[in-house]
T-cell receptor
Framework: GQQLNQSPQSMFIQEGEDVSMNCTSS?????WLWYKQDPGEGPVLLIA?????ELTSNGRLTAQFGITRKDSFLNISASIPSDVGIYFC?????????????FGQGTRLTINP | GAGVSQSPSNKVTEKGKDVELRCDPI?????LYWYRQSLGQGLEFLIY????????KSGLPSDRFSAERTGGSVSTLTIQRTQQEDSAVYLC????????????FGPGTRLLVL
């Protein structure tokens, strides 16, 4: 089935640094989603991308839908302690509607004070 | 309610016992999803409901897993004869309708099978 590969798997950064993570697929996705999961909680949707080449921001977060439709990246600028958590890319498998989402393995972000 | 709720939040059981996990979706959401998240992994799709019917059960890992939804609202995921490999976080999500990518997740049930 369709799989999403995220990198890096983990990041250790200093507060205030910018963060970049990406997600790739061997097949085309028509929608890319970025979720954040805090410890003990379910994932929360951060940004949704619906068109190839689309660049969308949500505060300090910026995400782009790759023009090949096989990749997406998420950037976080000027990281703060509450950015700690696990970030997942996700998307609905093509031709199967949005009845289920395929998730990447996650990028665990740790911030050193 | 204001968000998706799940119960229990934590469950410890012995191998071979049956467990039931409950999900209360956001009021008015017709679509409901179950996912499983193993330690350090992404989410794995289990089953999807539209109303009370389950058009897609493709993710259920074995016939020990079943789910039902009643009244277009509450859903129960049942695992029979639990095995240690069933230990994971079971997450429920709901969306306004099928085809809605914006799925809202509950906090999950952490299942530990000893």
């Amino acid at each position: 089935g369709q799989q999403l590969n995220q990198s890096p798997q983990s990041m250790f950064i200093q507060e205030g640094e910018d963060v970049s993570m990406n997600c790739t697929s061997s097949s085309i996705f028509n929608t890319w989603l970025w979720y954040k999961q805090d410890p003990g909680e379910g994932p929360v949707l951060l940004i949704a991308l619906y068109k190839a080449g689309e660049l969308t921001s949500n505060g300090r977060l910026t995400a782009q839908f790759g023009i090949t439709r096989k990749d997406s990246f998420l950037n976080i600028s000027a990281s703060i302690p509450s950015d700690v958590g696990i970030y997942f890319c996700a998307g609905p498998p093509r031709f199967q509607g949005a009845q289920k989402l395929v998730f990447g393995q996650g990028t665990r972000l740790t911030i050193n004070p | 309610g204001a968000g998706v709720s799940q119960s229990p939040s934590n469950k410890v059981t012995e191998k071979g016992k049956d467990v039931e996990l409950r999900c209360d979706p956001i009021s008015g959401h017709t679509a409901l999803y179950w996912y499983r998240q193993s330690l350090g992994q992404g989410l794995e799709f289990l089953i999807y409901f539209q109303g009370n019917s389950a058009p897609d059960k493709s993710g259920l890992p074995s016939d020990r897993f079943s789910a039902e939804r009643t009244g277009g609202s509450v859903s129960t995921l049942t695992i029979q004869r639990t095995q240690q490999e069933d230990s994971a976080v079971y997450l429920c999500a709901s969306s306004l309708d099928k085809g809605q990518e914006t799925q809202y997740f509950g906090p999950g049930t952490r299942l530990l099978v000893l």
